[in-house]
């Protein structure tokens, strides 16, 4: 994350001390590098390790001929994070940032700060809700159990000035580009895969037009970056409530 | 992470993009290792890149050609078009160079010939940069469930996203409606392969080394003196079978 334009407020909490508890946890044990097998205990979200839906269908991950110890020395994000294993803990993930941006959204919208840039963002805060509604669907007919949607506390100045808010927007939307792309060769199914790649092209749109509005380079790179869920967990652990 | 094609090397800087942007050298070993040949494979990994290859190619000599003309005044327009430019330019050489890693004979670049109303005004230029890149998106997440190789999976979807924001700013520059325009929707949708042949070929004069099977060439849809609305159109037309489940 290159901006941080909440000063280092907190502008996550979560609604059950229990999820911010291991999120913290989580974060902390990151931020020095250690064991992620010990910040495991989101009980609520995953004991869950649903079947892996149908193989069928989706791409082998046997067949693949992807290198033998290929995961990173660090230790595999999937099966060892507090989202829980596999797609599942993946898809949980995904429907965190979601959440967040969805709100972030929906507030930046109500304030009423955005004059004509309104119409480029509105169709951005319809979409990050789509995105909540899907995921969340998604999980529940995977017979997993949907993470449950934080208390998220923006820094007073987030919703009072456009150019604090469209920059904030730049930097949700370009974690959140990394964040998906983190996880593509981590997804097993094909179908969620799809689904994944789906959202994620949605989010590169986001993130171009908002860096047109900031005035910032629109496309930083040739190819999306990525970041893994570690990465993310981090450049978003400023944010979290205390 | 694995050992993505291109993040551990210089292809992420803007700086130093050509020579480095290959698959990771034990990768390719492992890759070619396996019993899978390549060429012969249908729908293999090297005939995906092959596939994404002709499409960079037209993209790339589209605005190379686009921005030699003088259609674009605004600076900044011009900056957004120049990046355009070069980040096509620079797929069209990690694809090659990952698929001659591979073991694959990357497609020669094809004769490229656009209608003659395609350079004439500043907005058949745009209108056709448009179709271009959503067809792009749609292209790469069509291929996605078939990409086998998990790190030339992660770096198709580097493209993608890329091909994303093209797609956004082109919209946002030719004033297009937010929804439906600049975005399509909450989620992105997927072409079939043989959809974007059909699109792209009007574009492709003679077809000599794409690397497709007459098959796959629907030549009666190469209407006679295409203008360009007709080619959205044709791209509308197939996006429009909508709900395709990713994979297939």
Do not use: C
């Not at chain 1, 904030?168 to 959140?176: D, I």
């Not at chain 1, 969620?192 to 989010?203: D, M, Q, T």
């Not at chain 2, 396996?34 to 605005?63: P, Q």
């Amino acid at each position: 994350m290159n901006q941080d334009p909440f000063e280092g407020r907190s502008v996550i909490q979560f609604s059950d001390e229990r999820d911010r508890r291991a999120f913290l946890k989580y974060a902390a044990l990151v931020g020095v590098g250690g064991s992620l097998a010990a910040a495991l205990p989101m009980t609520k979200v995953l004991a869950a390790t649903s079947p892996s839906p149908s193989p069928s269908g989706s791409p082998s991950p046997s067949g693949s001929p992807s290198p033998s110890g290929s995961p990173s020395p660090s230790g595999s994000p999937s099966g060892s994070s507090q989202f829980g294993a596999g797609d599942v803990g993946i898809l949980n993930y995904a429907l965190t940032l979601e959440y967040l941006e969805a709100e972030f959204y929906q507030k930046g919208l109500a304030a009423n700060i955005l004059g004509d840039d309104a119409k480029y963002i509105t169709p951005i805060a319809a979409h990050e809700a789509a995105h909540v509604t899907a995921l969340t669907a998604t999980l529940t007919k995977l017979g997993a159990t949907p993470v449950t949607k934080p208390t998220f506390v923006f820094p007073p100045t987030t919703f009072t000035d456009k150019a604090t808010f469209v920059k904030a927007a730049v930097t949700f939307e370009e974690t959140g580009v990394k964040a998906y792309h983190g996880q593509v060769p981590l997804i097993k199914d094909g179908a969620i895969l799809g689904a994944a790649a789906s959202i994620a092209g949605v989010e590169s749109r986001h993130a171009a037009v908002l860096n047109y509005l900031a005035q910032m380079p629109p496309v930083p790179n040739p190819v999306e970056q990525h970041a893994t869920m570690d990465e993310t967990v981090t450049a978003i652990k400023p944010f979290l409530g205390a | 992470m694995l050992n993505s094609i291109w993040n551990r090397r210089s292809f992420l800087g803007r700086t130093a993009i050509g020579a480095g942007a290959v698959i990771g050298g034990s990768t390719a070993i492992e890759l070619l290792s396996t019993t899978r040949v390549w060429a012969a494979a249908e729908g293999s990994d090297g005939d995906i890149l092959n596939f994404a290859l002709t499409l960079e190619y037209l993209e790339a000599t589209f605005y190379e050609r686009g921005n030699a003309t003088s259609l674009i005044t605004d600076s900044r327009e011009k900056d957004i078009f120049a990046t355009i430019q070069k980040d096509e330019e620079a797929h069209v050489q990690a694809l090659t160079d990952t698929l001659t890693k591979l073991g694959v004979a990357p497609v020669a670049k094809p004769t490229i010939t656009f209608p003659a109303a395609t350079f004439a005004t500043r907005e058949s230029y745009l209108k056709l940069a448009m179709v271009f890149e959503n067809t792009g998106v749609g292209a790469y997440l069509g291929q996605a469930g078939s990409i086998t190789n998990k790190d030339i999976l992660q770096a198709a979807a580097g493209i993608f996203g890329i091909e994303a924001r093209h797609a956004a700013l082109i919209g946002v520059i030719s004033g297009a409606t937010p929804e439906g325009g600049i975005y399509k929707g909450a989620t992105e949708t997927p072409i079939a392969k043989a959809d974007v042949l059909a699109a792209v070929m009007p574009f492709l004069g003679g077809m000599p080394n794409t690397g497709f099977a007459p098959s796959q060439q629907s030549l009666n849809l190469l209407p006679t003196g295409l203008a360009i609305a007709g080619a959205a159109a044709a791209v509308v037309a197939f996006r429009t079978r909508g709900s395709r489940k990713p994979q297939q």
